[in-house]
């Protein structure tokens, strides 16, 4: 892998948001902080069922920051929509995916694109079982359910990454405009590591700490993880379409 310049890196920062008021204003304000001017857009991909309040808020953050854009969630319900959306709209050739309720670490976007530099990679994705990662606040089921699965399919599809479901990372765009994306739930998040993984992308990862949500309720239920299980062994089994053209 060969080191790339920053001044090459154009990133398309895809935030979604769902009823988020006070950490939407977070977010932004500390993804800029950190910004050391490779940010070409912020999305904000607002759901249309978020509270006036929300949407309010998020079109204030456009009329303060030149950068930030904000786009209402046509095919909905779903994060795998927003998602979706917000990748097609993106004009930088990175893309960073993360979710407005300050679960997912405004500063690693920056520790993220550092890699970028560093190793030329098509993916980085936040692991939150790395040294230097983590969760606080989150269900002890569903931790250790998160580790067995990371464990197993770590193994099934041969890769260094160890934390496949979080959907927190920063994808090459040359790469997302060549998958066919399905996933319209939290399936999505699993869907945007392993599908560039299956296709030859080549990955990073760094710690991260997951952080449960000061406001509002996560969207993603516990049967609705079973969803990540059934959308990794339909891509291990190519019983998914990864390309667009294959």
Not at 103 to 117: K, L, N, Q, S
Not at 164 to 189: C, R
Not at 213 to 242: C, H, P
Request: glycine content about 6%.
């Amino acid at each position: 892998m060969n080191r790339i310049d920053i001044s090459d890196v154009k990133l398309s920062v895809i935030v979604t948001v769902f009823s988020e008021t006070f950490s939407q204003i977070e977010t932004i304000r500390r993804i800029l902080d950190k910004n050391r001017n490779y940010i070409l857009e912020i999305i904000l991909v607002v759901s249309p069922r978020s509270s006036e309040e929300c949407i309010r808020i998020a079109y204030d953050l456009e009329k303060k920051h030149d950068l930030v854009k904000v786009h209402i969630q046509k095919n909905n319900p779903g994060v795998g929509w927003a998602i979706r959306e917000g990748m097609e709209l993106a004009k930088g050739n990175y893309i960073a995916l993360l979710s407005a309720d300050l679960e997912t670490e405004p500063e690693a976007v920056d520790r993220m694109v550092a890699r970028i530099e560093e190793t030329g990679c098509g993916l980085v994705v936040g692991n939150r079982w790395l040294k230097g990662g983590g969760f606080q606040n989150y269900d002890r089921t569903k931790l250790v359910l998160n580790w067995m699965f990371q464990k197993i399919f770590k193994i099934l599809f041969l890769t260094r990454i160890g934390d496949l479901t979080y959907g927190f990372k920063i994808l090459k765009k040359e790469i997302a405009d060549k998958i066919n994306w399905e996933g319209t739930l939290h399936e999505i998040y699993i869907e945007t590591t392993i599908k560039p993984l299956k296709i030859g992308c080549v990955a990073e990862q760094l710690p991260t700490i997951w952080i449960g949500r000061k406001e509002g309720e996560s969207q993603n239920t516990f049967l609705k993880n079973f969803r990540y299980v059934r959308m990794a062994f339909d891509v291990l089994f190519k019983r998914k379409q990864l390309t667009k053209n294959h």
